[in-house]
């Protein structure tokens, strides 16, 4: 599967963003999906999974009440919606796809692909 993310961009504290990820090669409901993000200087650090149905989400602390990962199955795309943005938001946000397991991990070493990345700067 190939997964190309998009929706990044330059916003002020408080905006909002939606980002996506559009898998192609291969049913993305093969798939466990992820977000996670990497700031300048820092590890690649889990963000929210979602399970192959999209019935189940799992989200690291920061995300939850801002962060929404969801995802359509019949249009192939993965999605987080992001609210009240923070500075310490800044960092590149990366899609994963897991197809070996059969739920959700916060562990980056279970995703088998990765799309390239999208930039999300947020400053005022």
């Known amino acids: 599967v190939q997964l190309q993310a998009s929706g990044g961009g330059l916003v002020q504290p408080g905006e909002s963003l939606r980002l996506s990820c559009a898998a192609s090669?291969?049913?993305?409901?093969?798939?466990?999906m992820a977000w996670f993000r990497q700031a300048p200087g820092k590890e690649r650090e889990f963000v929210a999974a979602?399970?192959?149905?999209?019935?189940?989400?799992l989200y690291t602390d920061f995300a939850k009440g801002r962060f929404t990962i969801s995802r359509e199955n019949a249009k192939n795309t993965l999605y987080l919606q992001m609210n009240n943005l923070k500075p310490a938001d800044t960092a590149v946000y990366y899609c994963a796809a897991d197809e070996r397991s059969g739920y959700y991990s916060s562990d980056i070493n279970r995703y088998d692909y990765w799309g390239q990345g999208t930039q999300v700067t947020v400053s005022s």
């Open positions: 090669g291969r049913s993305l409901g093969t798939y466990v």
């Open positions: 979602i399970t192959r149905s999209g019935s189940n989400t």
